[in-house]
């Protein structure tokens, strides 16, 4: 009987935000596994509510889930065009790799105070313009956030638009403001700069723009289920988008006949006998802590396959953000004709 219940599709446990469905404790969705009852579909309607009895924006998000995944459609909302259309070029789309370890490895540094040791960047100039890629890594036996910074500061300037995946970017940017205040680091440019681009806490006040917020309120594609990461979003759009595989085929991976994510696409590398591949984030972080400090530190060929698996998946993560926003974009076109 569990594993029937376990192979219906689409599955209750795939809603979004699925334990708010009925008030705290999901007592609803509590009920409906016990008869049995987990079919996304079986969720009714006018469950769907706060804990006021109204539509809140979580049930929004629930609704357009239901309804669009019964049609196999995707959605945009209608205020979707116009809002794409207000972000100024240059477009650029950054993501961080950090760790915050709890024995630090820099002097001067607190328990789980966060490291950024890496940063990707895709630059779109014009509307039909193809993608530029810039990056930075840091291999030194410093502390590298201040550099770290510094390097993307003079990348990004203050023109534009700069679009990140979450909140994580605009976090790490506000820490590293903090940290120059801390070390007495002195570069009143950047300083500046920090004090421009981030968002405070509890503000809606600055420069990032959260791409996961936008498809959150904006946007909806049935293999999503109720997932907004990045790579969930991006595995789906190149699913259904052979014009992006066409576009990018050193990301295409056929395996049994499917489509798989592009992260499946990278290449592994041999380190010390095993096969390696970094394709998330925990992976990111163990690469880099294997290169600086594991028992590859020394050997400067290990290093620098460490290396090389850091930059490939951090580039993939921005260029995910590229094919988000060119099918939003091409598709909404399409739509408007």
Request: aromatic content about 10%; some cysteine.
């Amino acid at each position: 009987m569990l594993g029937r219940l376990a192979e219906v599709e689409p599955h209750l446990l795939d809603l979004y935000h699925l334990s708010s469905v009925g008030g705290r404790g999901g007592t609803i969705a509590n009920r409906l596994i016990r008869n049995g009852e987990v079919s996304l579909f079986d969720i009714r309607r006018q469950d769907l509510v706060d804990s006021k009895g109204r539509v809140g924006e979580w049930n929004r998000r629930q609704l357009v889930q239901i309804d669009y995944t019964r049609d196999n459609t995707e959605w945009f909302s209608d205020p979707l065009p116009q809002i794409l259309a207000s972000f100024q070029y240059p477009l650029y789309f950054i993501d961080f790799e950090t760790t915050a370890l709890a024995v630090p490895y820099h002097a001067g540094m607190r328990p789980y105070e966060p490291v950024a040791f890496q940063w990707s960047c895709h630059t779109l100039e014009a509307p039909d313009a193809d993608p530029q890629h810039a990056e930075w890594i840091n291999v030194e036996d410093a502390f590298p956030n201040f550099e770290f910074a510094e390097t993307l500061m003079q990348l990004l300037g203050r023109k534009g638009t700069v679009f990140m995946w979450a909140s994580h970017e605009n976090t790490i940017l506000r820490r590293i403001l903090g940290q120059m205040d801390a070390r007495r680091y002195r570069n009143p440019q950047l300083s500046a700069w920090l004090r421009w681009i981030v968002r405070d806490r509890g503000q809606n006040v600055g420069r990032l723009v959260d791409m996961n917020q936008l498809c959150l309120k904006h946007y909806f594609q049935p293999l999503m289920k109720g997932r907004t990461s990045i790579k969930v979003v991006c595995d789906a759009i190149w699913k259904s988008n052979p014009n992006l595989r066409a576009d990018f085929p050193e990301y295409l991976k056929i395996q049994n006949g499917q489509v798989q994510s592009p992260y499946a696409s990278l290449p592994p590398l041999e380190i010390n006998g095993q096969t390696v591949v970094v394709a998330e984030g925990t992976g990111a972080i163990r690469a880099y802590e294997a290169m600086m400090c594991g028992v590859e530190h020394d050997d400067e060929r290990l290093r620098e396959r460490w290396k090389r698996l850091l930059l490939q998946y951090c580039k993939l993560d921005t260029l995910s953000m590229v094919f988000v926003w060119r099918h939003w974009v091409q598709s909404i076109a399409h739509h408007l004709k």
